[in-house]
Structure formats: structure tokens, C-alpha cells
């Protein structure tokens, strides 16, 4: 790391601001190279953390633009290295030519993640805090952005390192007492170590718990519509979007695809699955159409049956409702409230009486739907989003699980060691502390240029 990097850290696109990231040891030499501050000394002499107005200029003194810089100087910086940004007029253009003069100065072009893995190299957070970056970037909701800047803030990191901590205490006595027999060392306390290893494992246990929740909050809760042909499967859609997403008509069997959108509803974030109409048919591409719907309705964590509320019940619509029955979670939608309501179909599912036409009953259709996925209770960043992290957790339980029966059984000491020594190892590479290079390359790959 003793080059200097550089990128856009805002982006392609025109806006009122953008922004050019600077890390390594040439960093401010280069913002003196280019920028001129209109009042008092050049930015080397300036203080760590102050927005600087000034003029920014080419190699040949020609003017680029009239910016602010800031520097933050090493360790105390998001790097832990000299940074420096320069806040400018957002023209791509602008940041373009700014970005070619500090090439020409010797700085290179960051790559995905470069910035941040940088932070984390130079310890100045662990690898799960840098990966909650990535995920309050990408958060689509209040509730996924609440966790991640928890986890940004080290929340995980500090419950990891408290097992971490208690599982060393135990792994550091069993050395000193198998590595050195003849010293006069304590003796292992089987009844204590068992109950720091118990507390590991419920602690473990109790994260994994939160998974499930976890992806839905990072991916979104995959919400399948179904009901037979022109049930108002469409106009559902489009109501609870509140635009013209899906073609609706008349004639029955117009979607002959699912068509998918995101949907932030209560702090939810809904991906709406509107699918063909479900029957049987002698068309090929309405039949191709039918079997996707089943398949989404399969993998929907919530499915919305829709019931033509102005008609009778049909067959159908039972063989649907049966369907639904069978889902994780599923309410019923009676449709069309907007024309003579018909009688309710029978069913154990929560029922919602809607119109998409008017409005009327959205509002407690939202309702129902949140219901269905209470936010849990717990502080910022203490709900599991990364499957990698569930992965490595779910070794840390079984090796956990392993030593505490070894140690109910008798076995010798060396098992009950390995099998904590393997716990720790999996815990540490949420924190970084023992995981592989090409790992690390595979996260911050993941990451925006700039970041």
C-alpha cells in the first residue's frame, strides 16, 4: 500500500456535488499540485477535518472549477493513511479531468472496495464492519439501514469478540497445561470452562436465529400474487405501486409472465410477484406462463391469493385458496369491492376486501401484510444479514456443540481444545482475524469504486 489511489467517489452521473477520494502517502502533495486555497496557507499547513474553498487547476494553471478539500490525516483518517477529498461542481466532466490530473501525479486508479479495504488493512475496522458498508449502501429500507450502520458501528464485531475472548481464556490454559505437565499449573475447571463454552454456543445460537429474518431485510420478502385470470391480480400490482406497472384489460390471461418489482411498504421491502393467471390452457406460451407462477409461488415467503370478490366462488378459486393454504404465510384478497361484493369464499386465511380502482382497503391490506413480519426488537446491527457470516457461525456451533459433548463424555483434554480451537477459528473470520486472502478479494469486490 505505499501508492497513492484516487477515484470518483459519487458516481457517473450529473449532480448539485461531486466528490474525488485521495489515500495514500502522496495524498496531500498532490492536492497542493492541483488546488489553491483562496484564503491563507496551502492545504499541507491547514488542520485535519476543515472544508477549504479554493480554485482547482490543471497542470498548466488552467481553471477546473472553484471547490472545497478537505484532508484527514494518517492514522486518523477512514483509511488510516493521508486522504483528501475534493467536493466539486458534479459535472462528470469536471471530475473526469480532475481525476486524469492526479493520474498524470503519480496517483493510480482505485479499485472496487480499495478505499475501505484499506481501513480494514490498517486495523482501522474489522472485515465485518467493513462489510456493513456494502450493505448500508445497498439498504432499501430503514429497518436494513438501521442494522448495518449497527454492524458499520462494530455491534457484531463486539459479541463475536466477547466469545472470541472467553473461548482464548479456555484454549490458553489447556496449552499451558498439556504444553508444560511438569510446571505447577491450576487444573482444568471442567465445570467452569463447560459453562463458558455453553454460554458461546446459546450466544451463536441465538444470532443464527436471526438469519432468516436477516435475509429477508437485506434481500427482500418475495411476495407472490396469485388467483386465477382476471382476478385483479394486475391492478393489485399497480395499486400497491401506485403506477401503471402491469397491462390490464379485460380479457383474461393477459400476463403471460411474472413481472417483479420492489415495493418499501412499512419498513418492508416487498418484492411483488405478479404472475399469470392459474389454469389449465392449451396455449404453450400462457402454459409456460402458469408454471412460473407455480414456481414463484414456491419460493414466496408471502403469497396475496386474489378471489374476484364481485363473483361467486368458483372451483378455482378453492384449488387456489388450498394452494395458498400450503404457502409460509398468505392472505387472502377479495378484489373488485368497487362492484357488487359477493359472498366471502371459505377459508382459515386472513382475509383483506380491496378495490384497487378506489383505494379502499390498501391501507389494511398493508397492515395485514406487516403483521405478518413483525420488526424484532432488537438493537441496531443485532440481526444476521451475511451468509457468509452464517456459514462460518454455523461451524463455530457445531465445534462448540463437539467440545461440550467431549467434555461430558471425559474425553481427554486435546479433543476439548481442537474442537474449541476450530470454534475460534470460524468466529475470527468475521472479524478478519483468521480468514483466507482470497475471501477478503471476494468481499471488497463487491464493493463500488471509491469506497
Same mark, same amino acid.
Given at each position: 500500500?505505499?501508492?497513492?489511489?484516487?477515484? *470518483?467517489?459519487?458516481?457517473?452521473? =450529473? !449532480?448539485?456535488?461531486?466528490?474525488?477520494?485521495?489515500?495514500?502517502?502522496?495524498?496531500? &502533495?498532490?492536492?497542493?499540485?492541483?488546488?489553491?486555497?483562496?484564503?491563507?496557507?496551502?492545504? #499541507?499547513?491547514?488542520?485535519?477535518?476543515?472544508?477549504?474553498?479554493?480554485? /482547482?487547476?490543471?497542470?498548466?494553471?488552467?481553471?477546473?472549477?472553484?471547490?472545497?478539500?478537505?484532508? @484527514?490525516?494518517?492514522?486518523?483518517?477512514?483509511?488510516?493513511?493521508?486522504?483528501?477529498?475534493?467536493?466539486?461542481?458534479?459535472? $462528470?466532466?469536471?471530475?473526469?479531468?480532475?481525476?486524469?490530473? /492526479?493520474?498524470?501525479?503519480?496517483?493510480?486508479?482505485?479499485?472496487?472496495?480499495?478505499?475501505?479495504? #484499506?481501513?480494514?488493512?490498517?486495523?482501522?475496522?474489522?472485515? @465485518?464492519?467493513?462489510?456493513?458498508?456494502?450493505?448500508?449502501?445497498?439498504?432499501?429500507?430503514?429497518?436494513?439501514?438501521?442494522?448495518?450502520?449497527?454492524?458499520?458501528?462494530?455491534?457484531?464485531?463486539?459479541?463475536?469478540?466477547?466469545?472470541?475472548? !472467553?473461548?482464548? &481464556? =479456555?484454549?490458553?490454559?489447556?496449552?499451558?497445561?498439556?504444553?508444560?505437565?511438569?510446571?505447577?499449573?491450576?487444573?482444568?475447571?471442567?465445570?467452569?470452562?463447560?459453562?463458558?463454552?455453553?454460554?458461546?454456543?446459546?450466544?451463536?445460537?441465538?444470532?443464527?436465529?436471526?438469519?432468516?429474518?436477516?435475509?429477508?431485510?437485506?434481500?427482500?420478502?418475495?411476495?407472490?400474487?396469485?388467483?386465477?385470470?382476471?382476478?385483479?391480480?394486475?391492478? /393489485?400490482?399497480?395499486?400497491?405501486?401506485?403506477?401503471?406497472?402491469?397491462?390490464?384489460?379485460?380479457?383474461?390471461?393477459?400476463?403471460?409472465?411474472? =413481472?417483479?418489482?420492489? +415495493?418499501?411498504?412499512?419498513?418492508?421491502? +416487498?418484492?411483488?410477484?405478479?404472475?399469470?393467471?392459474?389454469?389449465?390452457?392449451?396455449?404453450?406460451?400462457?402454459?409456460?406462463?402458469?408454471?412460473?407462477?407455480?414456481?414463484?409461488?414456491?419460493?414466496?415467503?408471502?403469497?396475496?391469493?386474489?378471489?374476484?370478490?364481485?363473483?361467486?366462488?368458483? &372451483?378455482?378459486?378453492?384449488?387456489?385458496?388450498?394452494?395458498?393454504?400450503?404457502?409460509?404465510?398468505? *392472505?387472502?384478497?377479495?378484489?373488485?369491492?368497487?362492484? @357488487?361484493?359477493?359472498?366471502?369464499?371459505?377459508?382459515?386465511?386472513?382475509?383483506?376486501?380491496?378495490?384497487?380502482?378506489?383505494?379502499?382497503?390498501?391501507?389494511? %391490506?398493508?397492515?395485514?401484510?406487516?403483521?405478518?413480519? $413483525?420488526?424484532?426488537?432488537? $438493537?441496531?446491527?443485532?440481526?444476521?444479514?451475511?451468509?457468509?457470516?452464517? &456459514?462460518?457461525?454455523?461451524?463455530?456451533?457445531?465445534?462448540?456443540?463437539?467440545? %461440550?459433548?467431549?467434555?461430558?463424555?471425559?474425553?481427554?483434554?486435546?479433543?476439548?481444545?481442537?474442537?474449541?480451537?476450530?470454534?475460534?477459528?470460524? =468466529?475470527?473470520?468475521?472479524?478478519?482475524?483468521?480468514?483466507?486472502?482470497?475471501?477478503?478479494?471476494?468481499?471488497? !469486490?463487491?464493493?463500488?469504486?471509491?469506497?
Amino acid at each position: 500500500m505505499s501508492d497513492t489511489i484516487a477515484a *470518483i467517489a459519487t458516481g457517473a452521473q =450529473i !449532480s448539485a456535488i461531486g466528490i474525488v477520494r485521495l489515500s495514500g502517502p502522496r495524498a496531500i &502533495e498532490l492536492v497542493d499540485a492541483l488546488f489553491t486555497p483562496r484564503a491563507g496557507a496551502p492545504m #499541507r499547513e491547514r488542520p485535519a477535518h476543515t472544508l477549504v474553498y479554493g480554485e /482547482l487547476r490543471d497542470r498548466k494553471g488552467e481553471l477546473l472549477d472553484l471547490c472545497q478539500c478537505t484532508l @484527514s490525516r494518517a492514522p486518523n483518517s477512514y483509511t488510516g493513511e493521508d486522504t483528501a477529498e475534493f467536493q466539486c461542481h458534479g459535472s $462528470p466532466v469536471v471530475l473526469r479531468a480532475l481525476l486524469d490530473e /492526479l493520474f498524470a501525479l503519480g496517483a493510480r486508479q482505485a479499485r472496487a472496495g480499495e478505499f475501505t479495504r #484499506r481501513a480494514f488493512l490498517n486495523g482501522r475496522m474489522e472485515l @465485518s464492519s467493513a462489510e456493513a458498508v456494502a450493505d448500508l449502501i445497498d439498504a432499501e429500507s430503514a429497518e436494513s439501514a438501521r442494522n448495518a450502520a449497527g454492524q458499520l458501528a462494530g455491534a457484531l464485531g463486539r459479541r463475536m469478540e466477547a466469545i472470541y475472548a !472467553s473461548l482464548s &481464556e =479456555i484454549s490458553a490454559h489447556y496449552h499451558a497445561v498439556l504444553d508444560y505437565p511438569d510446571e505447577d499449573i491450576e487444573p482444568f475447571r471442567v465445570k467452569e470452562y463447560r459453562a463458558l463454552i455453553a454460554r458461546a454456543a446459546d450466544e451463536v445460537e441465538s444470532l443464527l436465529a436471526t438469519f432468516a429474518r436477516g435475509k429477508l431485510l437485506r434481500e427482500g420478502i418475495p411476495a407472490a400474487i396469485i388467483g386465477r385470470p382476471n382476478a385483479g391480480k394486475s391492478s /393489485l400490482l399497480n395499486a400497491l405501486l401506485g403506477y401503471e406497472r402491469a397491462i390490464v384489460t379485460r380479457i383474461p390471461g393477459t400476463t403471460r409472465d411474472t =413481472i417483479e418489482e420492489k +415495493l418499501l411498504l412499512g419498513g418492508l421491502c +416487498l418484492r411483488l410477484i405478479d404472475t399469470a393467471g392459474l389454469r389449465e390452457t392449451d396455449d404453450e406460451v400462457e402454459r409456460l406462463g402458469v408454471e412460473r407462477s407455480r414456481s414463484a409461488m414456491e419460493r414466496a415467503e408471502l403469497v396475496l391469493a386474489v378471489v374476484d370478490g364481485s363473483e361467486a366462488p368458483t &372451483e378455482e378459486d378453492a384449488a387456489i385458496l388450498a394452494a395458498a393454504g400450503k404457502a409460509k404465510r398468505a *392472505i387472502v384478497v377479495l378484489s373488485k369491492q368497487d362492484l @357488487s361484493a359477493c359472498a366471502q369464499p371459505s377459508t382459515s386465511l386472513p382475509v383483506v376486501r380491496i378495490s384497487s380502482l378506489t383505494g379502499e382497503g390498501i391501507a389494511e %391490506l398493508e397492515r395485514a401484510i406487516q403483521a405478518l413480519f $413483525p420488526l424484532p426488537e432488537t $438493537p441496531a446491527g443485532g440481526i444476521l444479514t451475511n451468509a457468509r457470516h452464517a &456459514e462460518a457461525l454455523g461451524r463455530a456451533r457445531e465445534h462448540l456443540r463437539a467440545a %461440550l459433548g467431549a467434555l461430558d463424555e471425559g474425553a481427554t483434554p486435546d479433543i476439548v481444545l481442537t474442537e474449541t480451537e476450530g470454534a475460534m477459528a470460524a =468466529i475470527g473470520e468475521l472479524s478478519g482475524r483468521t480468514v483466507r486472502e482470497d475471501v477478503t478479494e471476494r468481499i471488497f !469486490s463487491r464493493f463500488c469504486v471509491g469506497k
